[in-house]
């Protein structure tokens, strides 16, 4: 029941009623606080009845999340989706093969089996616990793909969507609207990709190639990117940005494998990992402060001389990631229009987030529904050191949607410059769209200054010196949801 081809992957996660058409298994209400601490070393190895322990648990999660029951996600051919910066309008089979070429080629990060075990552990899979983990990796991945590929660039083998529907919905529409569906439109049409010559280009230093061609995949040097980009996520202690890597990093604020994993810790565990990536010396990320980011921070942080003979400094491209709470025990309808201008931005690398205790990775929307990323499928570990891994389960053919009011208020969004002035322009653009907002405090800000320096100390989801942003008081109860900003 476990063994499901990476070609039929059609995963369900708490989709919203709109575009779910079947039942959906008992998954959607899962707790994600840890696995039994019983599973763990405390000292030396575990013995046999912890041992026996960790092999129920994973057994129990890799049959919990190695199934799935099919469901459609349906679009509206007359709404604009926004994805990353980009709008399409399903009115023609150009603009749908447009989508999809671009969703396909998104990096998809899922639960894994199998793999070594996790130091100080005898967890061989992340099944059940480590979602946020999974999440966080496709933000830093999209980043990369921004940071490394070249402009325009969609993966030459991505294969048609599955379990799409494209109809004229009504606005405004209840929470499973009647649509006319158009058959010339369905999830089962696709259209060769044309396949252009494109020039060599180099990768040289982890730049960005500079080769504008949307079909420059087909360029082996590009390819070979792509896959070296892939297997930095890989599943295995060597990988820069794999789960063994997070992991170790997570224990410097008191994480253990196991354990759940909020959108504040691995916004951090990421700039951790990025500082300590040998390869990526022209990349840095920032963490925001207290709802803020401090412009003269990411300034010191990107700049950094050209050599020692040199007066003159280099700029480092940044990923800047915002960790926010768009309210209390439930989203804040006052910054749903927020959320929205930010995934418009071109700059924008998505949102790390989901439902509560269930991590989502937001990568766009159409009308009032996320569209999202989920790393709730448990595949078979690829070992990516062989040279020609297989690809095809790092790529996902189903996008999924869920309400607005769905979401989680705990989330951290991510933003990408690659130059000085790339960081200038997104400042304003963020700004700008952070205005949209009713409230009186927006989502976040950006300042001129420095602020206080800070790091994964502390055993909670935030670092000791974040406070509420509103600056006002809360007796509402906060519940399991507490985690590190409130707005």
């Not at 994805?83 to 998104?106: I, K, P, T, W």
């Not at 989901?354 to 009308?367: A, T, V, Y």
């Amino acid at each position: 029941m476990n063994s499901v081809s990476p070609s039929s992957l059609h995963y369900i996660a708490g989709s919203g009623a709109n575009e779910e058409k079947a039942s959906t298994p008992s998954r959607h209400h899962i707790n994600h606080e840890s696995v039994s601490d019983g599973i763990r070393e405390s000292h030396g190895e575990p013995d046999e009845v912890d041992r026996l322990k960790a092999k129920f648990m994973s057994a129990w999660n890799n049959v919990k999340y190695g199934w799935t029951v099919k469901s459609k996600t349906t679009f509206n051919k007359i709404s604009p989706l926004f994805f990353l910066g980009h709008s399409y309008l399903f009115n023609s089979e150009d603009e749908v093969e447009r989508f999809r070429q671009a969703f396909v080629s998104c990096v998809w990060l899922t639960y894994r089996r199998e793999f070594p075990a996790l130091e100080g552990s005898s967890l061989t899979s992340d099944c059940g616990w480590g979602c946020m983990l999974r999440s966080g990796q496709m933000m830093l991945a999209q980043g990369l793909l921004m940071h490394l590929m070249p402009t325009g660039w969609r993966w030459s083998e991505s294969h048609p969507f599955a379990d799409v529907d494209f109809e004229i919905l009504k606005p405004r529409s209840p929470s499973r609207p009647a649509g006319m569906s158009l058959p010339s439109f369905s999830s089962s049409w696709t259209s060769p990709i044309s396949h252009m010559n494109s020039s060599s280009s180099s990768s040289e230093g982890y730049r960005r190639p500079t080769v504008p061609s949307p079909c420059a995949s087909q360029n082996p040097q590009v390819e070979a990117l792509h896959r070296k980009l892939v297997s930095w996520f890989g599943d295995h202690p060597s990988a820069p940005f794999g789960v063994h890597q997070l992991v170790e990093l997570g224990k410097e604020s008191g994480k253990r494998a196991g354990d759940w994993y909020g959108p504040s810790v691995v916004a951090h565990m990421l700039r951790k990992a990025v500082a300590r990536a040998a390869e990526f010396h022209n990349l840095a990320v920032y963490v925001a402060q207290d709802c803020t980011v401090y412009k003269e921070d990411v300034m010191r942080l990107c700049e950094s001389p050209l050599s020692q003979e040199s007066s003159g400094t280099e700029w480092k491209s940044v990923i800047v990631l915002v960790p926010v709470r768009l309210g209390g025990e439930a989203l804040n309808p006052s910054y749903i229009q927020c959320v929205k201008n930010i995934l418009k931005l071109k700059c924008c690398i998505g949102i790390i987030g989901g439902k509560p205790k269930h991590s989502l990775f937001f990568i766009g929307f159409q009308d009032e529904q996320l569209l999202y990323l989920d790393p709730h499928y448990c595949q078979p570990v690829v070992d990516v050191s062989q040279a020609n891994f297989s690809l095809e389960s790092f790529h996902c053919n189903s996008p999924r949607k869920m309400n607005f009011s769905r979401m989680d208020p705990s989330c951290t969004i991510g933003l990408y410059a690659c130059t000085k002035n790339d960081f200038e322009t997104l400042c304003s653009a963020v700004s700008e769209a952070l205005s949209s907002s009713q409230e009186k405090y927006p989502i976040f800000t950006f300042v001129e200054g420095r602020g206080q320096n800070y790091g994964l100390e502390g055993s909670v989801d935030v670092p000791s010196n974040i406070f509420t942003c509103n600056r006002k008081s809360q007796t509402s109860k906060r519940g399991s949801t507490d985690e590190f900003v409130l707005l």
